[in-house]
């Protein structure tokens, strides 16, 4: 049986206008709520931030006013596809300009279904495509209307929306449960030693460097374009993770790595201690610790993700970890047997994790199956 050919009309056709204003200008209040960029998750496609600032320091983005029901598309690079659906809890807050908002007719739109459709591969593609600007790539609210949405009659959109989002609310579930997986080694980690920073179960103190061999000194410190042997099969690692692959590598086995510098060692907004396994190339922007018989690696990884490291970082324009300052860090000492416990504890935690994901991965490819059939009209 064949898909049922549905029309695609101009978004634009099918919205309401909205209502601006100057909340610094019109406002009787102190405060006003406000909606800009960073305050949707592009991974949940939500607004995950709606915090209150004084009318008197009004960005001047801050103009566009939003109801229960719009739709919010990101006009700045629409490759990320930050979008998210209004709440009725945010009913009458100020949206940034660097937002389309759109505001569906209710006689024509379902606004559940248009927000299922701007997550859609080809609504991300074509605004891609017609994006400008290369260092700040972006499309205007002319583009975003003037784009075509696949449109069934609205009983059609409810349901297609109802099985979308129950889709979705199982795509989410899954997440979660990878997400508190990912949580539970620190969770263990506190469980079996306590607070490293107060060291709250009276464990010896050991200096850093007495319990990893550093070998920082074996790194290769060269940029990705000057290499021509991209793309090889060797994970390529920096300051916070694989940042490449290469033809060849210059360790081999298990190793820590922990960021040498790089805001990331202030604002930890990701793992700024992992651990690598394998034949891998490290540039001079992590440091390299290899098993030297005295603590387990992984005990070291979780300590270091554990603590502060502030104290330890010299310089605030670019944050830096030096091997000295690296070197002098206490760390708790527990028994070298509750140590290795705890990282095949943590062994087991990444495996279902592993399973996890590939599951996650899975689902993922089965929605945007979905997804597509749903809005060619054969679901």
């Given at each position: 049986?064949?898909?049922?050919?549905?029309?695609?009309?101009?978004?634009?056709?099918?919205?309401?206008?909205?209502?601006?204003?100057?909340?610094?200008?019109?406002?009787?209040?102190?405060?006003?709520?406000?909606?800009?960029?960073?305050?949707?998750?592009?991974?949940?496609?939500?607004?995950?931030?709606?915090?209150?600032?004084?009318?008197?320091?009004?960005?001047?983005?801050?103009?566009?006013?939003v109801c229960a029901d719009d739709v919010l598309v990101s006009t700045v690079r629409p490759n990320l596809n930050a979008v998210a659906f209004v709440p009725d809890e945010i009913e009458g807050a100020t949206a940034s300009t660097g937002f389309c908002v759109l505001r569906p007719d209710q006689n024509r739109l379902s606004g559940?279904?248009?927000?299922?459709?701007?997550?859609?591969?080809?609504?991300?593609?074509?605004?891609?495509?017609?994006?400008?600007?290369?260092?700040?790539?972006?499309?205007?609210?002319?583009?975003?209307?003037?784009?075509?949405?696949?449109?069934?009659?609205?009983?059609?959109?409810?349901?297609?929306?109802?099985?979308?989002?129950?889709?979705?609310?199982?795509?989410?579930?899954?997440?979660?449960?990878?997400?508190?997986?990912?949580?539970?080694?620190?969770?263990?980690?506190?469980?079996?030693?306590?607070?490293?920073?107060?060291?709250?179960?009276?464990?010896?103190?050991?200096?850093?460097?007495?319990?990893?061999?550093?070998?920082?000194?074996?790194?290769?410190?060269?940029?990705?374009?000057?290499?021509?042997?991209?793309?090889?099969?060797?994970?390529?690692?920096?300051?916070?993770?694989?940042?490449?692959?290469?033809?060849?590598?210059?360790?081999?086995?298990?190793?820590?790595?922990?960021?040498?510098?790089?805001?990331?060692?202030?604002?930890?907004?990701?793992?700024?201690?992992?651990?690598?396994?394998?034949?891998?190339?490290?540039?001079?922007?992590?440091?390299?610790?290899?098993?030297?018989?005295?603590?387990?690696?992984?005990?070291?990884?979780?300590?270091?993700?554990?603590?502060?490291?502030?104290?330890?970082?010299?310089?605030?324009?670019?944050?830096?970890?030096?091997?000295?300052?690296?070197?002098?860090?206490?760390?708790?000492?527990?028994?070298?047997?509750?140590?290795?416990?705890?990282?095949?504890?943590?062994?087991?935690?990444?495996?279902?994790?592993?399973?996890?994901?590939?599951?996650?991965?899975?689902?993922?490819?089965?929605?945007?199956?979905?997804?597509?059939?749903?809005?060619?009209?054969?679901?």
């Open positions: 049986m064949s898909p049922t050919k549905i029309k695609a009309v101009p978004i634009g056709e099918c919205v309401e206008p909205i209502q601006t204003w100057n909340p610094g200008r019109d406002s009787d209040d102190d405060t006003f709520r406000y909606i800009d960029i960073s305050s949707v998750s592009q991974d949940e496609k939500r607004i995950t931030v709606n915090g209150e600032i004084p009318t008197s320091e009004a960005p001047s983005r801050a103009r566009q006013l559940r279904y248009l927000f299922h459709w701007v997550q859609s591969p080809s609504f991300v593609a074509d605004m891609v495509k017609q994006a400008t600007g290369q260092s700040y790539p972006a499309v205007s609210d002319k583009i975003v209307k003037q784009s075509k949405i696949p449109l069934p009659p609205l009983d059609e959109q409810k349901r297609i929306a109802a099985i979308l989002d129950q889709a979705d609310a199982l795509r989410r579930l899954r997440q979660r449960a990878f997400d508190r997986l990912n949580e539970l080694g620190q969770a263990v980690f506190y469980e079996m030693f306590g607070d490293p920073v107060s060291n709250s179960k009276g464990w010896p103190i050991r200096k850093f460097e007495t319990l990893a061999r550093n070998e920082d000194g074996r790194r290769i410190p060269v940029k990705l374009a000057d290499r021509e042997d991209m793309g090889g099969e060797f994970p390529y690692y920096g300051a916070s993770g694989i940042i490449d692959f290469v033809d060849n590598f210059i360790f081999e086995g298990t190793h820590l790595l922990i960021g040498e510098d790089g805001a990331n060692l202030i604002a930890r907004s990701s793992p700024v201690a992992f651990m690598a396994d394998g034949k891998f190339w490290v540039n001079n922007h992590a440091h390299v610790l290899s098993y030297n018989n005295e603590a387990d690696l992984r005990y070291l990884e979780f300590f270091i993700e554990s603590i502060d490291l502030k104290k330890y970082v010299s310089g605030s324009a670019q944050p830096k970890l030096t091997q000295k300052n690296l070197n002098n860090i206490e760390v708790p000492y527990p028994p070298i047997d509750k140590q290795q416990e705890f990282s095949s504890r943590i062994r087991e935690i990444e495996q279902a994790m592993s399973s996890l994901r590939r599951s996650i991965t899975l689902f993922e490819l089965l929605f945007a199956s979905f997804q597509h059939r749903a809005f060619r009209g054969d679901l």
